[in-house]
């Protein structure tokens, strides 16, 4: 079974910490590099941060320094750490592989996403 369980999101005051969790079915997590992602009011999603199966990471300039993407293979999880949070990061957070993970066949196929865990940052 296909799935991406976010949870962790929240309103926080600029300046605040918040740590989402995402777990993952084996058929997605595998060895595949893990990413979050978040999409703000009226803007296209984009990608946040990324972690390899074997640790690597990259961020995005605008969260570099202060989020922190992590994973746990044993456990099929992908979390992600956000200090000294600020209004622009709200959104809606969702995990997916990288690039993201796509199900169905032919003309059915598409991406999967998760529900995604709202985050709100007030100034």
């Known amino acids: 079974q296909v799935q991406l369980v976010e949870s962790g999101g929240g309103l926080v005051q600029a300046g605040g910490s918040l740590r989402l969790s995402c777990a993952a079915s084996?058929?997605?997590?595998?060895?595949?590099?893990m990413a979050w992602y978040r999409q703000a009011p009226r803007k296209q999603r984009e990608r946040v941060a990324s972690?390899?199966?074997?640790?690597?990471?990259n961020y995005d300039d605008s969260v570099k320094g202060r989020f922190t993407i992590s994973r746990d293979n044993a456990k099929n999880t992908v979390s992600l750490q956000m200090n000294s949070l600020k209004p622009e990061d709200t959104g809606l957070y969702y995990c997916n592989t990288n690039p993201p993970f796509k199900s169905g066949l032919g003309r059915d196929r598409r991406e999967y996403w998760g529900q995604g865990t709202q985050v709100t940052v007030s100034s």
């Open positions: 084996g058929s997605i997590f595998s060895l595949n590099t």
């Open positions: 972690i390899t199966f074997g640790g690597s990471t």
